[in-house]
Every structure is written in structure tokens, then in C-alpha cells.
């Protein structure tokens, strides 16, 4: 596997280390809990390693943990993963202030299993909100039946919201959890003494459904099922991604036409996803007419999926060894004469845009994310694009034919509401472009091959619509889930959200809210 030469040697030279290769792509590091900071910094500095995601497993003896750290090297689409074990009751030191990315990682871990991240400054009220949660209850612990609901309303503290605005005048102005339209639950909390925001603070969790939880011994095929339906947007690559670990874990490979197809699937989600973006931010600058034409080329690109496959949503289609449902020639037919029309579409959209001057003044140089806070924070897909950063698992983590047929990676350098925008229009047209480079030269023959149930976990991973996901799946030999993590782009990037909101003027927070495309449904999975 390759590795820097200087991380070979700290391998070598510390005796409390221990690694084996996972595969030829994946590195499993064993460390103590001490050696945690450096290893994590060393990653950082001497590999350039990107965060992925962090889990939790509770062992089957006394409450003791471990703890997987997981990051990726863009350069050599190589893993590592660091472990450690926790005995019941002992805490580990927090990485976040090294690895900001694992903030809410760290936090989210404390709310659901009680484990104690020394030098953390935020722990608690997070996923479990203090006024419904009493502390201890842990429902990721083996001992929390997930099977019932938990009398907790009104049990916990009461919650106030915070203020670090102390100076005249100054008000907190609360926006959601309930509000308008079809949003889905979210506390926004705006400090201003005025017309600026001064500061954000974001609560989320409204409505955390388990689904972790609710995996658990649950059959692979139930599995699927949660996947691919936590978040409705990116069903596809969620439920791809989960079909990819089961794939893994059972030592099998799709044909070659299914993993074609996939690529065809996963890029029109990409296309409608961008589309109903596209939507949301004309929609919150008062544009009627443009939001009108961005719903109708989502409504357009729905139908086409259902014709396609038979659901919207592309829900069921993908299962693990291939797809269910096959792309005839009369299909393929269909997109050769959809998808070159819905393409002038997008650009006559954008072309629009770009000669309205009223629009742009309200999302040119709004909810600025520069590249360092980028980076600092880990965002991930269009948001972290369209700040400079030139990442994307279908490059630098190639999965499925991604490592053949790669496309090209838009990245815009301001940051702001103007470049994200860009970032969709482009991304979307290079999506249609795949796609149709991609069907003349599909090959003939099944979509689905045998996928044997095994005992084993595997973590694979999708760039999902909105950012990289990771999925992390541990099974028995029968088939049942102990342990299913999804690691998702809304849940990055909502991270990252607050910091593009400050300082900016009051009536522009809905815009900015827009213009970064994030779900609910992702974090609160």
C-alpha cells in the first residue's frame, strides 16, 4: 500500500502501533488512546488525509467500545483507518481541534452513546435535545431497546437558547423549528443587533428518526430498504453506496452493464438534485418565472426517471449485485431524446441569470465560504467546489466505472452564492454529457450477478449529489445488521453552514439557506 515514506517510519518505530492491510486499498491502524493526537496530525501533515467519517461499536462484553476513525488520501485513493478501544467508562481525548471535520462527530457520539471526549467544548444537546433527553439515556447502547418508543418528553432540562451578543439592542431572532413551505425542521437562531448577523446558531434534530438503530437486527435486505429512504433526494447513491459494503463483504462484482447503468442513474439524480437547487435560489430572490422553469426541468427529469425504472425517485432500483430494472432499447431511446433538450434548458436558464442584475447583486459576494474554512471544516461536494477545494470521490476515491469514465470536476474559487450556482449549472451539464458519452457504449448482457450473504463489515462510499457519503455495514453470517453507519453530506456541511451566514445582512439569510442546497433528512437520519 502506498504511503509516505515518513508515516512508514512511525509505523515501524512505535511499538504501541499495530496495522494490517484490510485490503489493498485500506490500512487498519490499532493505537492507544494517548497516541490518538499525533497519529491524527500526522495524517494531516505528512499524508494530506481527508477526513471521512467517524464511528462507534459497542462490543458484546461490559459496555467497552471502539472507536474508527476514518480518513482517505485523494492523491492515492487510499484508506486508513485508525482504532481504538475504550473500556466502559474511559473517555478519549478529543480530536476536533485538530480535525475540526469531527466536531459534530465527536458530539453525536457523546449524545447516543454517553462516550466522553476530554477537551471537547460542546458536548450535549446536539442530536438528544436537553428539554425532551434526559443524560444517560444512550439509545445507541446495546442495552436501549429500539424497538419502543422512549417516554422522555419534558424529561430533560430546560433549554435556553444562546447569546453571545452582548451590546445594546442586541436580539436573538429565531427562525424555524416550524416554517413555511415544504422546509423540513431546523432552530436557526439569528444575533443582530440590527440589520447584520453577527452570529448563527443551528439546531437540528427535530426529527432524528434512528435509523442507525432501527438497522439493527434488521436483514441486509431491510437495510437496503432504510438506505435508500432516509433521504429521499440522493436515494440512489444512498441505497448504492449501502448496495457497494454488501457487495464487498460478500466478495461478489456487478456486470459490467450494471455498473454502467449505475454511473446513468447516479448522474441523473446528480442533474434533478441540481435542477431543484437551482429552484430554491431563484425561488428565494423572488425570481418567479425562473423558479418556474427550474421546477418544471425537475418536474421533466421525475417523469423520465419513472418512465425509466418505474419510481421518481429511482427508489428500489438499485439492490446489491447489480440493478433491478434493465434499460431497454426504447429507454435508451427516451434519453437520447431527452436529455440534449433538457440540456438547452439548463444553459437558456443560466444564460438568463447571468443578465439579470438584480439577481446577482443578491448572491454575488453572499455566504462567503473561503477555502481555508472550507478545508478547516471538511465540506464536501458543490460547496466545497465552489470554494476552491478540487475534490470528488468519482476522482479521487474512484468506485463502480468511475475510474474509467471520471468526468471532469468544476470548481469555482470565490465561495460565495454566485459560484456555488455555477458550480450546479456546470456540474449538471457535465452530468448530461457522461451520460450520453456514456450509452453508446454500453455493453450487452445481465445486470445482476449473485451476492452471498457474509459475515463481515466493509465501508464503501458514493459522491452523492450533495457531497461524499460513507457507509459502514457490519453483518452475521445470517444476513442480520449489528452495526450500519451513514456518514452524509448534509450532516458535513450543515457543520460548516454558520460561518457563511455571519456578518451577513438580515434579509439574506433565506438566500444564503438556498444557495448551499443542504437536507434535514440528511443529518437527522
Known sequence: MSISIALQS????????????????????????????????????????????LLVEELPDQGNLTVHYLFYLPATGKLIELQVAVKAGEELPAISDTVHAADW?????????????SGHPFLGDFV???????????????????????????????????????????????????????????????????????????????????????????????????????????????????????????????PPRAEQLRIVFAELERVRHHAANIAEITGSTALSVAKALAQGIVEDLLRLSARLCGHRYFFGVVIPGGLREDLNTDALEILYNTLPALDQRMRALEQRLEESSSFLDRIEEMGTLDGQMAKTYGVVGPIARASGRNI?????????????????????????????????????????????????????????????????????WVEAPSGATFHWLRCTADGLITRLRLGTPGFRNWHAFERAVEGAAFQDFPIILATWGLSVAENDR
Open 392 to 460: 470528488d470521490l468519482r476522482r479521487n476515491l474512484p468506485y463502480g466505472q468511475y475510474g474509467f469514465l471520471a468526468p471532469e470536476i468544476p470548481v469555482e474559487q470565490e465561495g460565495d452564492g454566485y459560484a456555488r450556482l455555477r458550480v450546479f449549472f456546470a456540474e449538471s451539464r457535465i452530468s448530461i454529457k457522461l451520460i450520453l458519452d456514456l450509452l453508446p457504449f454500453l455493453p450487452d448482457g445481465p445486470i445482476h450477478s449473485p451476492c452471498p450473504v457474509r459475515e463481515g463489515h466493509a465501508l464503501a
Open 10 to 53: 512511525l509505523l515501524h518505530s512505535n511499538s504501541a502501533l499495530t496495522w494490517h492491510e484490510h485490503s489493498e486499498q485500506w490500512l487498519q491502524i490499532s493505537c492507544p488512546a494517548e497516541q490518538l493526537s499525533m497519529l491524527t496530525q500526522a495524517l494531516l501533515e505528512k499524508e494530506e488525509a481527508e477526513f471521512a467519517t
Open 105 to 117: 462527530h465527536e458530539r453525536e457520539a457523546w449524545d447516543l452513546y454517553g462516550l466522553r471526549f
Open 128 to 254: 438528544l435535545h436537553d428539554d425532551d433527553w434526559p443524560e444517560g439515556m444512550d439509545p445507541m447502547r446495546r442495552q436501549f431497546d429500539g424497538s419502543k418508543r422512549p417516554d422522555v418528553h419534558g424529561t430533560g432540562t430546560e433549554w435556553k437558547p444562546p447569546q453571545l451578543l452582548q451590546e445594546e439592542g442586541a436580539i436573538v431572532f429565531p427562525v424555524g423549528p416550524v416554517w413555511g413551505d415544504f422546509n423540513e425542521s431546523g432552530l436557526w437562531l439569528l444575533e443582530t443587533p440590527g440589520e447584520q448577523i453577527r452570529y448563527l446558531h443551528t439546531r437540528l434534530f427535530y426529527k432524528y428518526r434512528g435509523v442507525e438503530k432501527i438497522a439493527e437486527g434488521r436483514t441486509v435486505d431491510q437495510g437496503l430498504l432504510l438506505a435508500e429512504r432516509f433521504a429521499g433526494a440522493a436515494a440512489f447513491a444512498h441505497g448504492w453506496a449501502y448496495c457497494q459494503a454488501l457487495e464487498q463483504i460478500g466478495g461478489c462484482a456487478p
